[in-house]
C-alpha cells in the first residue's frame, strides 16, 4: 500500500460546512474551504482513500508527497446526466438550430439507426472514448442513459456496455416513440413496462429508470404514458429519473416529485406549482445549461430554485443531438453567466448535488474515497472566471 501527501493546496473544498470560516457568505460557507491545506490518500494504487486532511504545517510523512502551491483541490465533479453510448454525428443539425430551426426531439431517431448499425467493439471504443475525455477535465462519476436502441437487445446491450465503465446506469427505453411504432404508441409502452423492462430487470445492468415526459414533443411520451412507464420501473424496483419541462411547461416536474424520482433533469419551463413540488419534496432538480446552449432555449432560473430551498445538480446531458460536451467546468461557467448561481453555488450543485441523485455523499474528510480533482487555479472561481481554459484534471489516477 502506497500512500500520497498533497499539501500546500491554496484552497481545499471539503463540502464540510465544519471547516468553513463562519464569517464568510452561506453558499461559500457550503464548500467548507481549507486554506494553505494539506490531505493525505492511502493505498494509492489500489482503492485510493482519503486518510487525512488539515494544514500543510501540521502535514504527517507519507511514502510519497507533492506540493500543489497556489492549486485548489476539490471533489471530482459528479455528471449525473448522460447519453454516452451513442454511434453517428449530428453536426449538421446543431447548425441547422444556429440557422434557426427549433428543436422537437426528432433528431434523436438518426441516433438509435446509427446506434442499432454499430456492433459492440465500435461503441464500447467510442464510449471509452468519451470517458476518458470528461474524466480529464475532472469528472470522477458519471451515470450513462440508454436510449438510442429502442429494441429489447439494443436496450440490454448499451446497458451492458454502460455498465462496463460505471456503476450509475439508467435504462431509458422510453426516449423516444421509435419509427416503427409510430403508429401504435401504445404497444411501444407495453413493451418498454413488459417484456424489455422485465428483461432489464433480470440482466441486472440497470440502477435506475428514465423516461422523456414532454407532451410538447410529438416523439417523447404524455403525462399518463409517463405515469404508467414510471409506475412499472418501481414497482420492479429500479430508482426513478424524469426528463421533464425541457420544451415547454408540462407535468414531468410534479409527477417526479409525486413519484419519488431521485432527480428530474432539464426543468427549464417551470410554473409556481412545478416549484413548489420540488421545494416540498426530495427530487433533485438537475439543470443541464449545455442544451439551452445548443437549442437556444431559454436557460433555467437556478436562482428561482435554489431561493425555494430545492437541491439543485448540474450534469452535461452529453449526447450527439442536443449537448455534445463531456465538460462539467464548462457547465459550471454557464451556470454562473447565465442561470443566476453564485460560482460556489454551482461548484456545489455540481459536487454534492449531483451526487446526491445519484446516492453519493462527496467530502473531503478521512475514510471517504480520493475521487478528487485539481484545479490549476488558486480558487474554485476561476472554473467561471475562465470558461474554455483546462483547469480542472483528476488528482489520482
Known amino acids: 500500500m502506497t500512500s500520497l501527501l498533497v499539501t500546500d493546496i491554496a484552497e481545499l473544498v471539503t463540502l464540510d460546512p465544519q471547516q468553513a470560516d463562519p464569517t464568510s457568505s452561506p453558499d461559500v460557507q457550503a464548500l467548507g474551504l481549507r486554506h494553505d491545506a494539506a490531505l493525505v490518500v492511502d493505498d494509492l494504487h489500489g482503492t485510493p482513500t482519503i486518510a487525512w486532511v488539515g494544514s500543510a504545517a501540521a502535514a504527517p510523512q507519507a511514502d510519497l508527497a507533492v506540493s500543489q502551491a497556489g492549486q485548489t483541490v476539490l471533489p471530482g465533479f459528479v455528471d449525473s446526466h448522460t447519453h454516452l453510448v451513442f454511434a453517428g454525428d449530428r453536426a449538421a443539425e446543431f447548425a441547422a ?8 426531439g426528432g433528431g434523436i431517431a438518426s441516433t438509435v ?75 411501444y409502452v407495453e413493451l418498454v413496462t413488459g ?30 404514458e409517463s405515469r404508467a412507464i414510471l409506475l412499472a420501473g418501481r414497482r420492479a424496483g429500479l430508482g426513478l429519473r424524469v426528463h421533464g419541462n425541457q420544451l415547454g411547461p408540462g407535468p414531468g416536474v410534479r409527477l417526479a416529485c409525486e413519484l419519488g424520482a431521485v432527480s428530474v433533469d432539464h426543468c427549464t419551463y417551470l410554473t409556481d406549482a412545478d416549484v413548489d413540488a420540488l ?42 443531438g442536443t449537448s455534445y460536451t463531456s465538460s462539467m467546468p464548462f457547465v459550471v461557467a454557464l451556470a454562473v453567466r447565465e442561470m443566476g448561481m453564485t460560482p460556489a453555488e454551482a461548484v456545489y450543485a455540481a459536487t454534492a448535488g449531483s451526487g446526491r441523485s445519484l446516492g453519493l455523499q462527496r467530502r473531503i474528510a478521512p475514510g471517504e474515497p480520493a475521487e478528487l480533482a485539481l484545479l490549476r487555479a488558486p480558487s474554485h472561481v476561476h472554473l467561471a472566471y475562465r470558461p474554455g481554459v483546462p483547469l480542472a484534471r483528476p488528482l489520482v489516477g
Open 97 to 104: 438550430r444556429m440557422r434557426g430551426v427549433p428543436y422537437d
Open 113 to 187: 439507426a446509427a446506434t442499432r448499425g454499430a456492433d459492440d467493439d465500435q461503441l464500447r471504443t467510442l464510449l471509452a472514448g468519451r470517458v476518458a475525455e470528461l474524466r480529464r477535465q475532472g469528472t470522477t462519476r458519471v451515470e450513462i442513459k440508454t436510449g438510442y436502441g429502442l429494441t429489447l437487445p439494443d436496450e440490454l446491450r448499451l446497458l451492458r456496455l454502460a455498465r462496463e465503465v460505471t456503476p450509475h446506469t439508467t435504462f431509458l427505453g422510453a426516449h423516444v416513440v421509435p419509427a416503427e411504432y409510430r403508429a401504435d404508441r401504445a404497444a
Open 195 to 224: 417484456p424489455m423492462l422485465a428483461a432489464v430487470v433480470a440482466g441486472g445492468d440497470a440502477a435506475y429508470l428514465d423516461v422523456f415526459c414532454e407532451p410538447a414533443s410529438p416523439h417523447a411520451f404524455d403525462a399518463d
Open 279 to 320: 421545494a416540498g419534496s426530495d427530487t433533485v432538480a438537475t439543470l443541464l445549461p449545455a442544451v439551452e446552449f445548443s437549442t437556444k432555449h431559454p436557460y433555467p432560473d437556478a436562482r428561482r430554485l435554489l431561493d425555494a430551498g430545492v437541491t439543485v445538480a448540474l450534469a452535461t446531458d452529453c449526447n450527439p
